[in-house]
């Protein structure tokens, strides 16, 4: 009855856990709807093990991991593999799961001309899945499950219900924190942040950038807080920063001026927090925000963890984007942001991703020039280019 009253108020149509397959024991899906019923779906492909795509997909990210440094082509062959197996993986996710789920289970009243609002629990390693990039169809014309359906993704019912007491600040031209570039050597962020500053932003605050406060630990961990940074708790705080993904998730951390932090830095805030309080979105335009890299475990990620420090919504990656695709995807979700403030953040992904899979996307007038150079020229449909960000939380 909880989680059926935390869906409804979220609006929601329900909670899925995906658990894989064990032994003999078919992989499904657990239901639980809004209207307080729950059903299980059998899912006989969510297969996880030794010679399955989800482990061929692992296989391959940590090669590009381990290869991307080398100077012999390894790194171009690793990144080569991983883009391949991610295909794959996308068109495995939808006939292992996504596929029966909207099919048999899930269903929406036409007249509500929305799509399915889905909120994912998956178990283990299927963590690592972009379930909103499953899809179907020719390569000359795939549809994506994003295409029609919000996906959302929790750890666990009792973080989403937790998450969803906190009001949500509201989106404002002065109400962001922007942090940028604080270890120096992310030079392509400072000029995205400095687009979505002047174009969206004009009254936000920036740190971390040449002549700006600095964007360090403390610092972050004062826009999570009660009272804030400098007064202000951010409705918007965004990190344009390296992550690093551990072996095991309490390795985790950002890299930030003046040292780093990590996830148990992060969760001894959120001890810190008084319930209830209000909260913002948490951007990270971070590579790997949203992962672990060995001990699969969805719950225990930066992005997690900032969302049980105080936050209502968290953005996060899986793995590692070029800094021209997620330049142009930060812009385009700020941009929804702000001219959408009483939409979900979730809203504003979605849309985001939906303009770099449009073969007809407009430009906006407000969009930096050497940025809308950038979105004519480039392929950005590719899962690669937009796939890797999921949103936590309300």
Not at 386 to 391: E, L, M, S
Request: glycine share 8%; with cysteine; aromatic share 6%.
């Amino acid at each position: 009855s909880q989680i059926a009253a935390t869906l409804r108020a979220l609006q929601m149509d329900a909670l899925v856990y995906l658990i894989p397959a064990s032994g003999a024991i078919d992989g499904c899906a657990v239901i639980l709807r809004a209207d307080g019923t729950a059903e299980n779906c059998r899912l006989p492909d969510l297969v996880t093990g030794p010679g399955s795509v989800v482990a061929s997909f692992a296989a391959a990210y940590r090669a590009l991991r381990a290869d991307a440094q080398q100077t012999d082509g390894g790194g171009v062959k690793a990144a080569a593999r991983f883009r391949e197996q991610l295909e794959n993986l996308c068109d495995w996710a939808w006939t292992a799961a996504i596929g029966p789920l909207l099919d048999q289970v899930i269903t929406v009243p036409p007249q509500t001309r929305r799509p399915v609002h889905l909120v994912l629990a998956p178990m283990g390693i299927l963590g690592v899945i972009p379930w909103h990039a499953a899809r179907h169809g020719t390569r000359s014309h795939f549809r994506y499950a994003c295409s029609d359906t919000l996906f959302t993704t929790c750890a666990s019912a009792r973080q989403l219900i937790e998450a969803a007491t906190r009001r949500r600040l509201r989106v404002s031209a002065r109400s962001a924190v922007l942090v940028v570039n604080p270890d120096g050597q992310l030079g392509r962020a400072q000029e995205e942040v400095d687009g979505i500053r002047s174009a969206l932003y004009p009254g936000g605050m920036c740190l971390g950038g040449p002549g700006q406060a600095p964007g360090g630990p403390s610092e972050i961990l004062a826009c999570l807080s009660t009272d804030g940074l400098h007064g202000l708790v951010p409705a918007v705080l965004h990190l344009g920063c390296h992550a690093m993904a551990g072996d095991t998730p309490e390795e985790s951390r950002l890299k930030l001026v003046g040292g780093d932090l990590p996830v148990n830095r992060i969760l001894d805030q959120a001890r810190a927090r008084k319930p209830g309080s209000p909260g913002g979105l948490v951007v990270l335009a971070a590579c790997t925000s949203d992962l672990t890299v060995a001990d699969y475990d969805e719950a225990l990620t930066l992005s997690s963890a900032f969302l049980a420090a105080g936050a209502v919504g968290v953005i996060g990656a899986r793995w590692e984007v070029s800094d021209l695709f997620t330049a142009l995807l930060m812009f385009m979700l700020h941009r929804h942001l702000v001219e959408n403030p009483d939409e979900s953040p979730a809203c504003a992904l979605r849309a985001a991703q939906l303009w770099m899979l449009d073969p007809q996307r407009e430009i906006p007038a407000e969009m930096p020039k050497s940025l809308a150079a950038q979105a004519r020229r480039l392929a950005v449909s590719s899962p690669f280019a937009w796939a890797a960000f999921t949103y936590h939380g309300q």
